[in-house]
């Protein structure tokens, strides 16, 4: 019964050592990122874009500040002009 035993232990541990050099063999080769063939002028440019759009929302919300004001502006005199009529 020992001798069986002993011999079904030895297969299983056989059987781990022989997994463990499979998996080490069928190990995919790590993936290495492609350059589509960006250069740093492209990207600085890009960086320029970058600037000119934020600099365009900021001239935005400026303007719509602005534009906020005025309407309260307004919304104020026009309560004025309803509250003087009869």
Do not use: W
Not at 51 to 78: G, M, P, R, V, W
């Amino acid at each position: 019964m020992q001798d069986r035993s002993t011999k079904v232990l030895m297969a299983l541990i056989a059987a781990g050592l022989f997994a463990n050099a499979l998996i080490i063999v069928l190990k995919p080769e790590p993936v290495t990122a492609q350059c589509y063939g960006l250069s740093t002028t492209e990207l600085s440019e890009v960086g320029a874009c970058l600037d000119d759009i934020h600099s365009s929302i900021s001239d935005l919300e400026s303007q719509l500040s602005n534009i906020e004001s005025n309407a309260s502006d307004a919304a104020t005199y026009a309560r004025k002009i309803y509250r003087s009529l009869p």
